[in-house]
């Protein structure tokens, strides 16, 4: 088989859902014949490695470790599913503490044991401060760490094309940006539907609505149709970022990236990105006045999360952020 590279790439939580499926991807996809797995729960983590090494990857070398030191060291792409799972009537803020602080231990493995690391991915939840908190604790660049947002907008793509029974990729510039979760802004003035304005579809504004909280109620369904989070769509499309910062297909769809410009400041937020071998780059997002009000909306609901994680210690003040990170001046 043909890899994109031979170099590290680390899987953190892989004895979970989310982390075993991340194995499987990356493995069926020819990323790297080197996968690290990593996972604090062995008897979990000895199984998945033994269940991928049955699948017979040919020229892939899976190793699995419990030890931190071994896992990050020599990493040059990561991405991390290694926090608590949000289950029924839970919201992903309610994980805020909990999954902080384990993002903040992540981000200190990094910068002790592969601050040469190229890439990082983090997708437990609130992925919007998990990743931020990643970030100050890992001293990496802005552009080298990105969060899973797309799920939001794939969902968003999915409703519409129900809706109007085409296929799904038939639906384009269905996306939503700010926060992953319910405050998200949802955008529908650049959504076309085999080409055709949504505007001129005859959708009503009662039926968008309905849509609208659907796309934001995305998560939730899933838990109370399996029982469980999502995992093998956030599993697929944070393999797909990490294929794209290896150098494969770039990633197209919104990703979570660390913004400070204009009126958006010191957050990590989902916005119009682009990955490529080169790091996460995003644009502005462009909307209707109500749209970008909404986005406005979600950007304020970011900040009082990442305050709350500063009261809580858990990051430092934002003018202190330089001191831990001086990628963050």
């Not at 009503?204 to 093998?232: D, P, V, Y």
């Amino acid at each position: 088989m043909k890899f994109l590279t031979d170099e590290k790439l680390l899987i953190v939580g892989a004895a979970g859902m989310i982390g075993s499926n991340m194995v499987q991807t990356a493995a069926m996809l020819g990323l790297t014949p080197n996968i690290c797995l990593y996972d604090i729960y062995e008897p979990g983590l000895k199984g998945v490695l033994a269940e991928m090494d049955h699948c017979a990857f040919p020229g892939v070398n899976l190793t699995a470790t419990i030890d931190p030191a071994v896992a990050f060291e020599g990493a040059k792409y990561i991405i991390s599913s290694g926090g608590a799972p949000r289950k029924e009537g839970m919201t992903r803020e309610d994980l805020l503490k909990g999954n902080c602080q384990i993002a903040a231990e992540f981000g200190e493995n990094i910068e002790k044991y592969c601050p040469d690391v190229k890439h990082v991915v983090v997708i437990f939840n609130p992925a919007d401060v998990t990743a931020l908190t990643a970030l100050i604790r890992s001293g990496l660049k802005p552009n080298q760490l990105t969060s899973l947002a797309a799920l939001d907008s794939t969902r968003l793509q999915e409703a519409l094309a129900q809706e109007f029974g085409v296929q799904q990729c038939e639906v384009t510039g269905a996306h939503t940006y700010g926060g992953h979760g319910e405050a998200m802004a949802v955008f529908a003035s650049q959504v076309k539907i085999e080409g055709k304005p949504l505007a001129e579809m005859g959708l009503s504004a009662e039926r968008w609505e309905e849509i609208k909280h659907n796309t934001i109620q995305g998560g939730s369904n899933i838990i109370k149709l399996r029982g469980r989070s999502s995992f093998q769509s956030p599993a697929y499309n944070a393999v797909k970022m990490i294929e794209a910062a290896m150098g494969g297909e770039k990633f197209t769809w919104p990703a979570g990236t660390y913004v400070n410009e204009g009126k958006y400041k010191n957050v990590f937020m989902a916005m119009p990105t682009v990955i490529d071998a080169t790091g996460v780059h995003f644009t502005m997002p462009e909307g209707t006045a109500e749209e970008m009000a909404a986005l406005d909306a979600s950007y304020e609901h970011l900040c009082k999360m990442r305050d709350e994680i500063v009261s809580l210690g858990i990051i430092p003040a934002v003018k202190d952020w330089a001191t831990e990170n001086p990628n963050l001046l």
